[in-house]
């Protein structure tokens, strides 16, 4: 038999477990590493890679989107700026696009960021999100400037959340 304040935290952790993961998740509710598999799979008018594999052995893609710009600089950012030249990190002219880069959570049970980002994807891709709702704009501004998605920065965590 286990003691009693031990028997309360596994009853209180499968109820926000149970809680955390409910069955009646709306369609457009894309969270689960399957989504994200799917998600990347789809991309066609950007580029997916396996950015690295995290410590568990999971995949952790980076889809990027737009063309990367040459930075035309000899040294990476910390010696740059320590140098007191950050133009040797960057020579930039004016002509540069923006660079917008999205880090999906690093905690395993922030839902939210990865349903986000995995509809964002779908946006690049289509124009509308899971709920087939259109996003011109939002769309548009792929055009406009790099971006850079990571859906999930830990695959590991939202694993143990299933």
Request: overall charge positive; proline content about 6%.
């Amino acid at each position: 038999m286990l003691p009693q304040g031990i028997a309360t935290a596994l009853i209180l952790i499968a109820g926000f477990t149970a809680a955390a993961q409910p069955t009646n998740l709306p369609p457009f509710w894309k969270s689960r590493l399957l989504d994200i598999d799917a998600a990347v799979k789809d991309v066609r008018k950007g580029n997916v890679r396996v950015l690295t594999k995290s410590a568990g052995g999971r995949k952790i893609y980076l889809a990027s989107y737009g063309e990367k710009q040459s930075r035309n600089g000899s040294a990476n950012y910390n010696s740059a700026v320590a140098g007191t030249d950050p133009a040797s990190y960057a020579r930039k002219d004016g002509t540069q696009r923006p660079v917008v880069f999205l880090l999906g959570p690093v905690h395993g049970a922030e839902f939210e960021g990865i349903v986000g980002l995995v509809n964002l994807l779908r946006i690049a891709e289509t124009g509308k999100d899971w709920r087939g709702r259109e996003w011109k704009e939002l769309a548009g501004n792929f055009t406009r400037c790099r971006v850079l998605i990571v859906p999930s920065a830990n695959p590991d965590g939202r694993a143990r959340q299933i």
